[in-house]
């Protein structure tokens, strides 16, 4: 089971730091992603990061602007958001795919990962 946090209120320019909590197993074996779905449209895959071969991929659009992290020991997937803009605007997801190798991670799609957390919302406005 997955748990994500900190979402919230923000204007554009401005920084969160999303985080997500494992509950049983460790991560280690696993790719995590973060995804996001905005208002009327489908989830998409924003950040992927996978143990086996040390493979990270972002979307285009949050390239050096986001950067995903994990915390094996504490069972944590962090998503370090800065430069927000309008168009970030939606509620995040963190998911895990068991085994999850570099070929997931350069998919980041979501059928490839079993494990989804119940998300959490951000909204970039001024």
């Known amino acids: 089971q997955l748990v994500e946090s900190g979402g919230g209120l923000v204007k554009p320019g401005g920084s969160l730091r999303l985080s997500c909590v494992a509950s049983?197993?460790?991560?280690?074996?696993?790719?995590v992603g973060w995804f996001r779905q905005a208002p009327g449209k489908e989830r998409e895959g924003v950040s992927c990061?996978?143990?086996?071969?040390?493979?990270?991929t972002y979307a285009d659009s949050v390239k050096g602007r986001f950067t995903i992290s994990r915390d094996s020991a504490q069972k944590m997937i962090y998503l370090e958001m800065n430069n927000l803009q309008v168009e970030d605007t939606g509620v995040y997801y963190c998911?895990?795919?068991?085994?999850?190798?570099?070929?997931?991670?350069?998919?980041?799609?979501?059928?490839?990962?079993?494990?989804w957390g119940q998300g959490t919302q951000v909204t970039v406005t001024s």
């Open positions: 998911a895990a795919s068991f085994g999850g190798s570099a070929y997931v991670c350069y998919r980041t799609q979501e059928e490839d990962f079993g494990s």
């Open positions: 049983g197993s460790t991560l280690d074996n696993y790719a």
């Open positions: 990061h996978s143990n086996a071969d040390e493979v990270t």
